[in-house]
C-alpha cells in the first residue's frame, strides 16, 4: 500500500521543481535581471504578475499619482484610479512601454507635463476614456496607433497634433464636445494609416473636412449634421462603413449624387429626416433608412438584380448586392409595392 503513495508524492515533487526552472528560464531570457530586482523594483502600491514581467497592474487601487514605472514595463495598467496628472517623471525611465491605460481617471490638460507622453518612443496603444480633457493632449509620441479618448470634454484639437502620428489607425473622439470650428484646414493632414475616425456623439453641423485618405470607418451618429458637400467623398475613396444615424439629413442637404459611391458596402441613415430614398452604389449591402419621413419607396430601385433585370428597367440606381435593408419607422402606407414585396425573398433581412 505505501509503496503507490510514494510514488505520487515523487511525481508531484519533480513536476514543481521543473515547473519552478521553467519559469526563472522565462525571466532570464526576457530580462536580465533576476527575481530579487524584479520584486524589489515593484511599486508597492501595484501588482507584477511574476509570470508576465513585462505587465504592470495598477488599476482600481483609489490611486491619486502615477508611480514611478520600471523601465522594463511594456503593458501598464492604471485605470479606474483617481488620477490628475501625468507628471514627465513618472515615466523617465519606462522607454518600452507600448501600451498605457488610463481610462477613468480624473486627467486634466493641465495636469500633463508637456514631454511626460512624447518620451515614450515605442508607445503604441494610448487609452485615456472617461478623463476631463478639454484638447486632445499633446505633443503625443510619433509611433502611436490607437488613441482613444471617448467620454471626456475635448472641444479643441491644438494646431499640428496629429500632423506626425503616420502609424496612427484609430482615432476615437466619440461623445467629447466637438463642435464645426475645432477643425483647421490641416487638422488630419498627416494622418496617413488612419483607418477608423469616431466622432459620434459630439456636436457637429457640418461634415468633418478633409478628412485622411485611407479613412475606411467613418463614424459621426449623434450629431446635428444637416448637409454633406457635393464631391465630399472623392477625398476618400476607401470609405466603407458609414454612420450617420441621429442626425439632420434631409433631401435637400445631400449632394446630386447622394451616396451613390461605389466604395460604401456598409450606410446607415436612422433617423434623420430623409423623405426618399437617396442615390446608392450598386455595390451597397447593408442601408439603415429606418426612422426618417421616407413615404414611398420604388422597389425596382431598391430590389436586387435577380427581380430588376426582369423589369424593363435599365442599370440606373439598382442595388444588386443588397442584403440588409431597414425601413421600419417612416411614413410608408400600405399596401407595401408588389415590386418590394418582392425585395422579401431576396434580402437576408427586410424591416419595413
Ligand atoms: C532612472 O534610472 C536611473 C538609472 O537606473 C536611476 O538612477 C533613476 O533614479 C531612475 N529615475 C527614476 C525617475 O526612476
Ligand atoms: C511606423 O510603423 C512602421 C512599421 O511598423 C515602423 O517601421 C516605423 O518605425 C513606425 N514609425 C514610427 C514613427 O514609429
Ligand atoms: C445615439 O443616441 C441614441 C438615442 O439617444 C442612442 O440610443 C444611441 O446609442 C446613440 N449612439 C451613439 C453611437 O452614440
Ligand atoms: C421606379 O423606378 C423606375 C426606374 O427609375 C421607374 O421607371 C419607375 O417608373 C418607378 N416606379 C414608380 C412606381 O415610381
Ligand atoms: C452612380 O455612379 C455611377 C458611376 O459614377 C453612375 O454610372 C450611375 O449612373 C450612378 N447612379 C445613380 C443612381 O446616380
Request: aromatic fraction near 8%.
Amino acid at each position: 500500500m505505501a509503496a503507490p503513495i510514494y510514488f505520487n508524492f515523487l511525481v508531484l515533487f519533480l513536476t514543481n521543481s521543473v515547473w519552478t526552472r521553467s519559469v526563472r528560464q522565462v525571466y532570464e531570457v526576457t530580462d536580465p535581471d533576476d527575481w530579487t530586482v524584479l520584486s524589489s523594483d515593484c511599486p508597492q502600491e501595484c501588482f507584477c504578475p511574476p509570470n508576465f514581467p513585462n505587465a504592470l497592474y495598477c488599476d482600481s487601487r483609489g490611486l491619486k499619482e502615477i508611480p514611478t514605472i520600471p523601465s522594463r514595463i511594456w503593458y501598464l495598467y492604471l485605470q479606474n484610479n483617481l488620477i490628475e496628472t501625468i507628471p514627465e517623471k513618472a515615466f523617465m525611465n519606462a522607454t518600452q512601454l507600448r501600451w498605457i491605460n488610463l481610462n477613468k481617471n480624473k486627467i486634466t490638460n493641465y495636469g500633463i507635463e508637456k514631454g511626460a507622453l512624447s518620451q515614450l518612443k515605442k508607445l503604441l496603444f494610448l487609452f485615456l476614456e472617461d478623463n476631463e480633457l478639454e484638447e486632445v493632449p499633446a505633443p503625443l509620441p510619433r509611433s502611436l496607433e490607437q488613441l482613444q479618448l471617448a467620454r471626456n470634454k475635448v472641444s479643441r484639437i491644438p494646431q499640428g497634433t496629429f500632423s506626425n502620428l503616420e502609424n496612427l489607425t484609430l482615432l476615437d473622439l466619440q461623445h467629447n464636445k466637438l463642435l464645426d470650428n475645432a477643425f483647421q484646414r490641416d487638422t488630419f493632414k498627416g494622418l496617413k494609416n488612419l483607418m477608423q475616425l469616431n466622432m459620434a456623439k459630439n456636436s457637429l453641423r457640418s461634415m468633418p473636412p478633409r478628412l485622411p485618405a485611407n479613412t475606411m470607418q467613418l463614424f459621426l451618429d449623434n450629431n446635428s449634421i444637416e448637409g454633406i458637400p457635393e464631391n465630399y467623398f472623392n477625398v476618400i475613396p476607401k470609405v466603407t462603413f458609414l454612420r450617420l444615424n441621429y442626425n439632420k439629413l434631409s433631401d435637400a442637404g445631400l449632394p446630386p449624387n447622394g451616396f451613390n459611391v461605389s466604395s460604401i458596402l456598409d450606410l446607415q441613415l436612422s433617423h434623420n429626416q430623409l423623405t426618399k430614398v437617396p442615390r446608392i452604389s450598386p455595390r451597397l449591402e447593408h442601408l439603415h433608412l429606418d426612422h426618417n419621413k421616407i413615404k414611398s419607396v420604388n422597389g425596382s430601385i431598391m430590389c436586387p438584380a435577380s427581380v430588376a433585370v426582369s423589369g424593363e428597367h435599365d442599370s440606373f440606381g439598382y442595388a444588386p448586392r443588397l442584403r440588409y435593408l431597414r425601413l421600419d419607422g417612416n411614413e410608408i402606407k400600405p399596401p407595401i409595392p408588389m415590386d418590394l414585396m418582392i425585395c422579401f425573398r431576396l434580402l437576408q433581412a427586410i424591416v419595413i
